[in-house]
Structure formats: structure tokens, C-alpha cells
């Protein structure tokens, strides 16, 4: 890292903890006390701040909310057992968050920014990293479009935000899932790997039928013949087939998750084989009706690893051996979580201890 940025700092008068519940805590909804924020004008990022959490001014013709210029990232420190405080793999955060800006003919956030902006802005509201078993501190990098004009065209100016947001434990039964054949997700060419707006927004009216179905989420399959398993939409999808961990490789339809990445990383250190390729749906029911396929689960940030209990397809339902059973998955969370809360040596060093 570069020198020292000079970030202006405006505190709260009172915080809002003491009146804040931690054993109530949504997933999204309570912020901490501050933010940081910093302008994208001219061709230079500049006016670094921390400020409190709160509305941001902005005209209703800025192109973010016409044309969906914006993307985001997610990540999540964690508090140590010596109180101290861990960023978990935040530089692959910021590499996606950069990829994510390319695509969206957005600038690039310099490193330093992204990096001594997040520890600034966690160490303010250290205060906020819950200790409790299973918790942490959610946070939430953005960058939208803000030129106000309405012409189609890439902006020239733009915001980025670091929010911050406590999270508790994600107790979660085995999802029920449709592997969906109608609507997608992404398409070669598209951007499906970027994590940007518009790839949500498109599907919140396909995950709103499947829920009146029945289904917890959905699982997309490729565009061109929905023949291939790509992944849950804010997770990837891995399986247990014949004791090999299976997992569709990352391609431009689907994100290259954080999570995933680690968890092949600690199966191949643990001796487990990995196969990252294409996955289609047949060899997954196949899978099930054959008993092949002894364990799939979705790997995200937000939710570590969450069992499939029971995946729908073309109407018929397929019921997953009992999740208390899977030695596989069950151990690499363990680890993986061990990991984070620093109860386990960080032998790939992942861990940023601020
Ligand atoms: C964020 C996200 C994931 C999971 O990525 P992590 O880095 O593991 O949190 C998977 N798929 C999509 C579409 C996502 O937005």
C-alpha cells in the first residue's frame, strides 16, 4: 500500500448503538454510524470523507438511475479473539469490484482508496463488529453513475460508497430450489460476471415466481438451451458427486464468488478432488436418482454455505440426502469459519487484521 490518503473526517454527535439491538439484526437494514464516500470528477477520485451514515443528495436524472451504471461488492470483517478486528480476502473485492467498474465503462478505484478508505471507516465504528459466536460486520462497497443528463452514454462523474452494516448468524434450513428453465440470468456476452445492478433487477420477477411455487431460490442454467447449471444468483453452486466436489467453472455468465474460490482452495488442501467445469442439469438429477450426488450447496459471503435440500426441475421435485449427513460440505464450513473468527491458522492468509 501507498502512502497515507488524506480522508476528511466528520463524526456523528451521538451514536446510535446504544439504541441499536444485536439480537434483532435483518440482514441489510441497520447501518453503522458512518460511511465513507469519495468523487469520481475531472478524471480523479478526490473529496475522500467519512461522514455519517445518511441520504445523499443527488438530481433525478443521474444515469445510474436511468441506464443502471452501478455495481457493488460484499465482504465482511470479522471480530478475533483478541478483540482485534479481520478483513477477510478484501483484495479479491476489490479486484472484482474493478473488473465489475471495466465493464461498465466505469473508472477503476485506485487500491489505496478502496483499502485505507474500508480500515478507516471500520476502525471509526469498531464499536459495531459484534463479538457474539456467528456474527459480523457486513460491508457494502458501491459506485453508481451520477452525471445528471439523460443521453445515453457513459457518465463522467461518479460516487463511491463503503457502507457498513452488523449481521447475525444465517440460520437457514436446506434450501428448497428450481432449477430454472423459462428466464435467465446472463448471456455470453453480457455481464453476468460483473456484479451490477441490472443482473439483480432482472431477476427478482422470475425468483417471484418460483417463490409463489414454493422454492426458497432459483438455480440458472445457460441461456442457449437451460442444458447447463450455472448458479443461485447471489451464490455459486457446488455438488459432491462420487466424493469429488463439482462446481460450474466461472465463465462470463456466471461470478467468480469469493467463497467459492475459497472453498475449492481448502478442499484441494484437505485432499479432496475438485472438477471446475460444465455441469449439466441431467448429470445432476441423474445424480440424485442414482445416489452419485450425495451433497450441493450454495457459497456466498453472505450465507458461507447454505444445503440444497431438494431441487425442482420441469415440475417434478428431487429430495437430497439429509443435511446433518454431509461430511464434506459440513467440514469445509467448519473451516472455513474457523478461519474467519481466527480460531484456525489462516495458512493461505486471508485474513487482514487491521
Ligand atoms: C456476490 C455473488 C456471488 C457470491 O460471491 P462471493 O464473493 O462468494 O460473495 C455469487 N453469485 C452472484 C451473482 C453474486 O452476486
Keep these: 500500500m501507498t502512502d497515507t490518503l488524506d480522508i476528511k473526517i466528520e463524526k456523528v454527535d451521538n451514536t446510535r448503538l446504544s439504541v441499536t439491538d444485536f439480537s434483532q439484526l435483518p440482514f441489510g437494514k441497520v447501518f453503522t454510524d458512518h460511511m465513507f464516500t469519495a468523487d469520481f470528477e475531472n478524471g480523479e477520485w478526490k473529496n475522500l470523507q ?5 441520504p445523499i443528495p443527488m438530481s433525478p436524472a443521474i444515469s445510474a438511475l436511468h441506464y443502471g451504471q452501478a455495481i457493488f461488492e460484499g465482504l465482511k470483517a470479522y471480530r478475533q479473539p483478541d478483540g482485534k478486528i479481520s ?14 467498474a471495466a465493464r461498465m465503462s466505469m473508472p477503476t478505484i485506485p487500491e489505496e482508496i478502496f483499502m485505507q478508505g474500508l ?23 458501491v459506485m453508481f453513475a451520477t452525471d445528471p443528463y439523460l443521453g445515453v452514454k457513459a457518465s463522467d462523474t461518479y ?10 448468524p444465517y440460520y437457514s434450513n436446506a434450501l428448497k430450489v428450481k432449477i430454472e428453465t423459462e428466464f435467465t440470468r446472463a448471456d455470453e456476452g453480457g455481464v453476468g460476471f460483473a456484479k451490477t445492478a441490472g443482473n439483480y433487477a432482472r431477476s427478482l420477477y422470475p425468483f417471484e415466481q418460483a417463490k409463489k411455487e414454493g422454492f426458497d431460490q432459483l438455480i440458472w442454467t445457460d ?4 442444458e447447463f447449471i450455472e448458479e443461485a444468483g447471489t451464490a455459486n453452486l457446488i455438488f459432491v458427486i462420487n466424493g469429488k466436489l463439482v462446481t460450474p467453472s466461472v465463465r462470463s455468465t456466471v461470478l467468480d464468488g469469493v467463497t467459492r474460490d475459497t472453498i475449492i482452495k481448502l478442499a484441494t488442501a484437505d485432499g479432496i478432488e475438485v472438477e471446475e467445469r460444465r455441469v449439466s442439469v441431467k448429470e445432476v438429477i441423474e445424480g440424485i436418482e442414482n445416489g452419485s450426488l450425495t451433497e450441493a450447496f450454495a457459497a456466498g459471503t453472505a450465507a458461507t454455505v447454505t444445503h440444497i435440500g431438494e431441487i425442482g426441475y420441469l415440475g417434478k421435485n428431487y429430495k437430497l440426502t439429509d443435511p446433518s449427513t454431509r461430511k464434506i460440505s459440513n467440514g469445509i464450513a467448519k473451516k472455513l469459519n474457523n478461519i474467519r473468527y481466527g480460531l484456525a491458522t489462516d495458512e493461505f492468509g486471508w485474513n487482514w487484521i487491521l
Design 223 to 226: 441461456s442457449v438451451n437451460h
Design 50 to 54: 467519512i461522514l455519517p451514515y445518511g
Design 159 to 168: 460516487k463511491f460508497a463503503l457502507l457498513t452494516t452488523p449481521t447475525g
Design 87 to 100: 478483513v477477510f480476502r478484501a483484495d479479491k473485492n476489490f479486484e472484482r469490484f474493478n473488473k465489475s
Design 119 to 141: 480500515a478507516a471507516l471500520i476502525s471509526i465504528d469498531e464499536k459495531w463488529v459484534p463479538s457474539q459466536d456467528d456474527y459480523a460486520l457486513y460491508v457494502r462497497p
